[in-house]
């Protein structure tokens, strides 16, 4: 795997990119593999052009969605606690977007003295160098060595922390939920494998709770993310020369209450046939079939703990929100 550019912005920060000649898995890989299975799905990365994210800001401030409020909220109140217990002076955080939420992790470790660098992974360039660019600016002494990668495949080139440092690895925003269980733990046990025996890992988790409330913030009234459901079919379209009908889909959400997870679909109105041109593929969906999107698995105590357990981790500390609905699980290698 080679590294397609590496560049200091400044002394304060460095930004590596990895991305590109084959090293991570692409669209055109996901639609062949998943749109031509018995049940069709497609995973939920490709959510995210630059419509997708637009849509999932908006998403982000709904009164139904919780996650997003109810996290900020854990940090706004906890991240003290959090620097103080763990010590840590610096901070990996996987999908880190725009760090509006880190930053209040940022600042506590910033206001304990402990704070040294911040490595940020996230698959845009130009989000990493700008969170980093504002980052520094915040605070003083501060350093950024930003990764441009996928953080399923690229999680070998995070640097060495700092002097042996204590560091926090965070994977907030209830992602980890969109791992099938077997997944899941593989994946958990990969991140295990960045942590010395003083670090800890900070994993955001959705919670189990009431059917009708997780299910309202994946269905929203006003109809944004069923746009940012369909919005999937439109980047196959751009990317692949395909001829999907998003209109002629209909979003779909709903709470599987064995397995415990939310399921996001589409589903055709009427029978079709699609073409991915630049795949050479074609497709038909009958009436009523649907092609999945997304799974967002919700979490009780005793699951993330098995969870952490089958990855060599402890659970330290599960911190939520005021009214139970999502939590910060801080945990450490087993003892």
């Not at 969605?65 to 606690?81: M, V």
């Not at 080139?157 to 997944?183: C, E, Q, Y």
């Not at 497709?283 to 993330?304: D, V, Y």
């Amino acid at each position: 795997m080679s590294i397609i550019k590496t560049r200091a912005t400044t002394d304060r920060v460095v930004v590596e990119s990895f991305l590109g000649g084959g090293d991570h898995r692409t669209l055109a890989d996901d639609v062949l593999d998943g749109l031509t299975r018995p049940f069709k799905e497609l995973p939920p990365k490709h959510f995210y052009d630059s419509v997708g994210a637009e849509l999932f800001d908006r998403i982000c401030e709904l009164p139904e969605y919780y996650p997003t409020r109810c996290e900020r909220e854990i940090l706004a109140t906890r991240s003290g606690e959090i620097a103080s217990l763990t010590g840590a002076g610096e901070l990996v955080e996987l999908g880190s977007g725009t760090a509006a939420k880190t930053a209040l992790l940022l600042a506590a470790m910033h206001d304990a003295g402990t704070l040294e660098r911040y490595v940020p992974i996230d698959v845009t360039e130009s989000m990493v160098r700008a969170s980093a660019t504002r980052l520094v600016e915040e605070f003083d002494g501060l350093r950024v060595h930003g990764i441009v990668g996928d953080f399923e495949r690229h999680l070998d080139r995070v640097p060495p922390s700092v002097d042996r440092v204590p560091r926090i690895v965070a994977f907030l925003g209830g992602t980890i939920g969109n791992f099938t269980p077997g997944s899941r733990r593989r994946f958990l046990r990969t991140l295990a494998r960045l942590l010395g025996p003083d670090d800890f890992l900070l994993i955001g988790t959705d919670l189990v709770k009431d059917p009708k409330i997780i299910e309202a913030a994946y269905d929203d009234s006003a109809g944004v993310t069923a746009a940012f459901n369909r919005n999937v079919l439109n980047v196959v379209n751009r990317e692949l020369d395909a001829d999907f009908v998003p209109e002629s889909f209909d979003h779909v959400a709903f709470f599987d209450r064995d397995r415990e997870w939310i399921e996001m679909r589409l589903r055709a109105q009427r029978p079709q046939r699609v073409t991915v041109g630049r795949l050479g593929l074609r497709l038909t969906f009958a009436a009523g079939e649907e092609l999945r999107t997304e799974i967002s698995a919700k979490f009780t105590r005793e699951r993330i703990e098995g969870d952490l357990a089958a990855a060599g981790l402890e659970l330290v500390d599960q911190l939520t929100d005021q009214d139970g609905l999502f939590a910060l699980n801080l945990a450490r290698p087993g003892t």
